[in-house]
């Protein structure tokens, strides 16, 4: 076992200047870093533990599942169907996480999964959702088939099927799909599938405290709810769901609305799942928990608060691709509309608005042990953007094939803001048995993260300094944003001081990284100080930085649409002793045109 100091490596050109220095075991501080470790462990261990015993203490883990005579309810899939998809199941062409596997006269459930991401979504039997909007007998006897198949024999992914997050959402398909699967069916079918449900929901009843914080536990209880509130006769398994749900969304959805494991991500696909389930509880005749409404409540305003112009959410902590469907149809079921929070303190974020420009900051530490396997090492970083132009990015995290990006996503490399010693703010537990257990929760990072805002001379201003590299170099970080009310201009500072009272500051390397959307084209200027950023609406943007020379590097977008796509960043690089203090400046030189001028195209 060892902890990724979360430097990057060499990836190729499509990751050329994220980082470069390979990880390794960490030595500094040894006996320090093993004693935090063995706390970490001894942390993780017990949460795990606690959730086990805390399910069985509410009678989760014994509350009995009779076999329902019926279903009563059917409830509301928000996520989109593409009956154009049913198609290509029906010619057992099965394409999902970029992989695609041709079933040549066997069951999917036959095959041999290309990847972890396939089998996850083949069990999770989401695709049921196109079957039922091609609304065809054909495909309806093809959704009742494949289902078969699973129940007589799940197949080559077992395991992957057996984990709690995967069986909740084959659990939330098949009741949200019941209705299509269920008409005309026989009376053999309709016992075998009965049976399974209440089988598969025994096992997830069992199972739900096991599922890793965030998301995935989330899921695992609101489909016991779901269970609870369709299925015949299950009163008592209903009540101990609802009791375990409030207990979580007091815990994992903070007082500003925000998730606990910092990824805004985790809004859309909760509610994605919670408004549904707030419908169902009404369908039934029973009032919603007050947890739940109250939960609901919180977070529809910060869906606004990550939004940018162009409807994308900001790239923190996990968040990849948005997809706009999803976002439009939570975003209907939002009464009051209002302008979004600017300080989301409990959540550790900050966002500046003057009239189309918009800054969002990561202004808070890690999210706690338990909750940080998706965590990324991104502490002051910022995005930034102008009406629905997106210029300053986060690398973000790519739809599919996420293991093979996932630790160069989480350095701080993959952030705007500054790197030191090509070392991440933030270490991960990498390696061994514990993270096939855990996964890879960050060991270390910033515990003081600093905020102040107001307003001064027409402008808005925000300061946050952190501590993460205060320990491995002694060094603090403290990064000030200026945003003109004119909404012309964005002032920055980044500053590095000593950790030690008067204590000088080490020879140590940075780079201050300004990640660009794949959309931004820069041209290079005979002044080694100045770029120019023109967009594809033929807005254009200068960037300064007259203490340091500028450089362009290549860059990525992880979570472009489509999978990764190539792009650029702005380095400014330096040594703190020389350079503690860095002032950058992105100016407006051309506005807007009615019609953008021609460009060419960019691989």
């Given at each position: 076992m060892r902890i990724w100091n979360g430097s990057a490596g060499p990836l190729g050109a499509m990751a050329k200047g994220l980082a470069r220095a390979p990880g390794g075991v960490v030595t500094r501080g040894g006996l320090r870093e093993r004693t935090r470790l063995a706390a970490l462990l001894a942390e993780l261990w017990s949460q795990t533990v606690l959730a086990r015993v805390g399910g069985r203490a509410m009678a989760l883990g014994y509350v009995p599942v009779?076999?329902?005579?019926?279903?009563?309810?059917?409830?509301?899939?928000?996520?989109?169907?593409?009956?154009?998809?049913?198609?290509?199941?029906?010619?057992?062409?099965?394409?999902?996480?970029?992989?695609?596997?041709?079933?040549?006269?066997?069951?999917?459930?036959?095959?041999?999964?290309?990847?972890?991401?396939?089998?996850?979504?083949?069990?999770?039997?989401?695709?049921?959702?196109?079957?039922?909007?091609?609304?065809?007998?054909?495909?309806?006897?093809?959704?009742?088939?494949?289902?078969?198949?699973?129940?007589?024999?799940?197949?080559?992914?077992?395991?992957?099927?057996?984990?709690?997050?995967?069986?909740?959402?084959?659990?939330?398909?098949?009741?949200?799909?019941?209705?299509?699967?269920?008409?005309?069916?026989?009376?053999?079918?309709?016992?075998?599938?009965?049976?399974?449900?209440?089988?598969?929901?025994?096992?997830?009843r069992r199972m739900a405290g096991e599922a890793p914080d965030g998301y995935p536990r989330m899921v695992a209880i609101i489909a016991l709810i779901f269970a609870g509130l369709c299925m015949s006769d299950q009163p008592r398994l209903l009540k101990a769901a609802q009791k375990r749900l409030g207990e979580e969304l007091d815990r994992q959805i903070l007082p500003d609305g925000g998730p606990l494991t910092r990824n805004p991500g985790m809004l859309i696909e909760l509610l994605l799942d919670l408004l549904p389930l707030r419908q169902a509880f009404t369908a039934r005749n029973q009032p919603a928990p007050p947890a739940l409404m109250n939960a609901v409540d919180r977070m529809m305003p910060m869906l606004r608060f990550f939004r940018h112009g162009d409807g994308a959410f900001a790239h923190f902590h996990g968040m990849g691709h948005t997809q706009a469907d999803q976002l439009a149809t939570i975003l209907a079921f939002d009464d009051a509309r209002g302008a979004p929070v600017a300080n989301a303190p409990y959540s550790g974020y900050q966002r500046l608005d003057a009239r189309s420009l918009m800054v969002i900051v990561d202004t808070g530490p890690p999210p706690p042990a338990v909750a940080s396997?998706?965590?990324?090492?991104?502490?002051?970083?910022?995005?930034?953007?102008?009406?629905?132009?997106?210029?300053?990015?986060?690398?973000?995290?790519?739809?599919?094939?996420?293991?093979?990006?996932?630790?160069?996503?989480?350095?701080?490399?993959?952030?705007?803001?500054?790197?030191?010693?090509?070392?991440?703010?933030?270490?991960?537990?990498?390696?061994?048995?514990?993270?096939?257990?855990?996964?890879?929760?960050?060991?270390?990072?910033?515990?003081?993260?600093?905020?102040?805002?107001?307003?001064?001379?027409?402008?808005l201003l925000l300061r946050a300094s952190h501590d993460g590299y205060a320990e491995t170099f002694g060094i603090l970080h403290q990064r000030s944003w200026r945003l003109a009310m004119?909404?012309?201009?964005?002032?920055?500072?980044?500053?590095?001081?000593?950790?030690?009272?008067a204590g000088p500051l080490p020879s140590e390397a940075f780079a201050i990284r300004f990640h660009l959307h794949p959309s931004v084209s820069v041209e290079r200027l005979d002044d080694p100080h100045t770029a120019l950023l023109s967009l594809p609406n033929g807005e254009a943007w200068a960037f300064a930085a007259p203490h340091l020379p500028l450089a362009v590097e290549e860059s990525v977008d992880l979570a472009a649409a489509g999978g990764p796509r190539r792009t650029s960043q702005l380095v400014l690089a330096g040594e703190v002793a020389r350079t503690p203090r860095v002032i950058w400046t992105f100016v407006r030189t051309r506005e807007a045109q009615s019609v953008p001028p021609a460009r060419p195209s960019r691989a």
């Open positions: 009779p076999v329902p005579e019926r279903l009563l309810i059917a409830p509301q899939d928000l996520r989109t169907g593409d009956a154009t998809l049913a198609s290509e199941i029906y010619s057992g062409r099965f394409a999902f996480a970029g992989k695609v596997m041709m079933l040549d006269g066997r069951t999917p459930f036959e095959l041999v999964p290309p990847s972890v991401e396939w089998a996850e979504a083949l069990h999770g039997f989401g695709w049921l959702r196109h079957l039922k909007a091609a609304g065809t007998t054909i495909a309806r006897a093809n959704a009742r088939a494949l289902v078969g198949d699973f129940m007589r024999d799940p197949g080559k992914a077992r395991a992957v099927a057996a984990r709690p997050d995967i069986a909740a959402r084959r659990i939330i398909s098949w009741l949200t799909q019941a209705t299509f699967l269920l008409q005309d069916a026989d009376h053999d079918f309709y016992r075998r599938f009965m049976r399974s449900l209440a089988r598969q929901v025994r096992q997830l396997w998706e965590a990324h090492a991104s502490c002051l970083a910022f995005e930034f953007s102008s009406a629905r132009q997106r210029i300053v990015i986060n690398c973000g995290v790519p739809d599919v094939h996420r293991e093979m990006w996932r630790q160069v996503a989480r350095s701080t490399a993959a952030h705007s803001t500054a790197v030191i010693a090509d070392t991440s703010s933030c270490r991960f537990l990498q390696g061994g048995s514990m993270t096939r257990i855990f996964g890879a929760p960050i060991v270390s990072g910033p515990k003081s993260v600093e905020v102040q805002r107001g307003t001064r001379n027409n402008a004119e909404g012309n201009r964005l002032d920055g500072e980044d500053v590095f001081r000593s950790a030690a009272d």
